[in-house]
C-alpha cells in the first residue's frame, strides 16, 4: 500500500511569500516616522508651558520653528536660553536670514499666512523671547505661536 | 506512487498580519501636532511715529517682574485672580467707545461692568499693557498671557451665546467648517469687533 508510505525528505521551506508585505509595512512604518521632525534637535526637548487658550497649527509647511532651550552640547553653556534654527545653535541675528530662507521656499500669495511658532522652554527668559520678537517684526513675520501643550 | 513534495506551512493570513500590524503603528504613532497660543506682532511703527495719547484709565498695566511677581494697576496680584480683573477691566463700559471711520459706537450696550468712571471707557478701548522683565521666566509669561486670552474668551462667548445662542468658540468651529457662509463669517466679525483683543508688549526691562 504505497499510499500511506510517504516519506519525508529534508526540511520544508520557510514560505516567503509574505516577505514583500513585512518589508513594505517596514517600509510605510519608517515613511511615517520620519516625516515627524525634520530637524534633530540640539538642543533638549523644550518643555512647553501649558495653556488652555491653545490653537492647532494649520498648513504645516507654512510654518518655521525656532527652538529655544538648553543646548545638549554643554560648550554652549547649560543657560536654558539658546536659539536653534534649522539644525544649529545660532544667535537672534540670524533670525531674520531664516525667516527669509523659510519664505523663498513657498509661493508669494502665501507669505502673509506663514507662521513662525517658538517652541520654547518653560524656564527661558521672556529677554530672549523678545529678542526674537523683535527679529521677526523687522521682517514682517507678524504672525507666531508661542508653542504650548494644552491643559491647565 | 507516493506524492514527494511537502504539505506547505499556509501563508496566506501571513499578509493580513502584516497589515494588521502596520495599521497598528499608523494608528498608535502619535504625529505631534503642533499647539500654541498665537499671536499677531504689531508693525514695526515708522521713525518719525508718534504714539497716540492714551487716557490712563484705559490701559490695564500688567507688570511681571524677574523674580515672576505679578503687579496688575499698581497692585501685586495672584495669577489666578488677573482673568477677573481683566474681565472687570474689559468689560467695564465706563464711556464711549472710538470712533471708527466716522461712525462713533457709542456707550457699550452689551456691557455688564460696573461703569466706573476711573477704568475703561469701553472694551474697544481697553488696553492691555504687559511689561515684563527680561527675566521673567517664559513659562510665568506665557501664563499670565494666557490667562488675558481667557478673559478675552469668556467675555466673547458669553455676549455670542446672548446673541445667537451658541459659543464664540463654537460658531468659530462651525466658521472653521464652513468658510463660505456669509453668515457665519459676519457672526464671528461682529463679536470680534465688539471685544477686540488688544494686548500689548512692552519693551522689556532689565533688572541686571
Request: charged share 30%; with cysteine.
Amino acid at each position: 500500500m504505497s499510499k500511506f508510505r510517504k516519506k519525508k525528505k529534508g526540511m520544508p521551506a520557510v514560505n516567503t511569500a509574505s516577505l514583500p508585505d513585512i518589508v513594505f509595512m517596514l517600509l510605510f512604518f519608517f515613511m511615517v516616522t520620519t516625516t515627524m521632525r525634520e530637524t534633530e534637535l540640539q538642543i533638549e526637548n523644550p518643555r512647553l508651558p501649558t495653556a488652555t487658550e491653545v490653537k492647532k497649527l494649520e498648513h504645516k509647511s507654512l510654518v518655521s520653528t525656532i527652538y529655544v532651550g538648553k543646548a545638549v552640547d554643554p560648550k554652549f553653556g547649560t543657560g536654558f536660553n539658546r536659539i536653534q534654527l534649522n539644525d544649529k545653535i545660532s544667535t537672534s541675528e540670524e533670525v531674520p536670514a531664516f525667516i527669509i530662507n523659510a519664505r523663498s521656499k513657498v509661493s508669494e500669495a502665501e507669505v502673509p499666512f506663514m507662521t513662525t511658532s517658538i517652541k520654547a522652554d518653560k524656564e527661558s527668559n521672556v529677554g530672549i523671547i523678545t529678542d526674537i520678537r523683535l527679529k521677526l517684526r523687522d521682517v514682517n513675520a507678524l504672525k507666531i505661536s508661542y508653542s504650548a501643550s494644552k491643559g491647565e | 506512487m507516493a506524492r514527494r513534495e511537502n504539505p506547505e506551512i499556509n501563508a496566506g493570513s501571513m499578509a493580513d498580519i502584516a497589515f494588521l500590524l502596520l495599521i497598528f503603528f499608523l494608528v498608535t504613532t502619535t504625529m505631534n501636532v503642533d499647539s500654541g497660543v498665537s499671536k499677531k506682532l504689531a508693525e514695526k511703527p515708522p521713525i518719525d511715529y508718534v504714539p497716540p495719547i492714551v487716557k490712563e484709565k484705559n490701559i490695564f498695566e500688567v507688570n511681571l517682574n524677574f523674580r515672576n511677581e505679578l503687579q496688575v494697576e499698581g497692585e501685586r496680584m495672584e495669577i489666578k485672580d488677573l482673568k477677573d480683573a481683566a474681565k472687570a477691566f474689559i468689560d467695564n463700559g465706563g464711556g464711549v467707545g472710538k470712533v471708527e471711520e466716522g461712525v462713533a459706537s457709542g456707550p457699550c450696550n452689551y456691557c455688564k461692568g460696573e461703569r466706573l468712571d476711573s477704568s475703561s471707557d469701553h472694551p474697544n478701548k481697553a488696553i492691555i499693557s504687559v511689561l515684563s522683565d527680561r527675566g521673567t521666566e517664559y513659562g510665568v509669561y506665557l501664563k499670565v498671557q494666557n490667562e488675558l486670552l481667557r478673559a478675552y474668551t469668556e467675555l466673547r462667548n458669553r455676549l455670542s451665546k446672548e446673541r445667537y445662542g451658541i459659543t464664540y468658540t463654537e460658531l468659530e468651529e462651525a466658521y472653521k467648517e464652513n468658510r463660505d457662509d456669509e453668515g457665519l463669517k459676519a457672526r464671528v466679525e461682529a463679536i470680534k469687533k465688539a471685544y477686540p483683543q488688544i494686548i500689548s508688549d512692552a519693551e522689556p526691562t532689565s533688572a541686571n
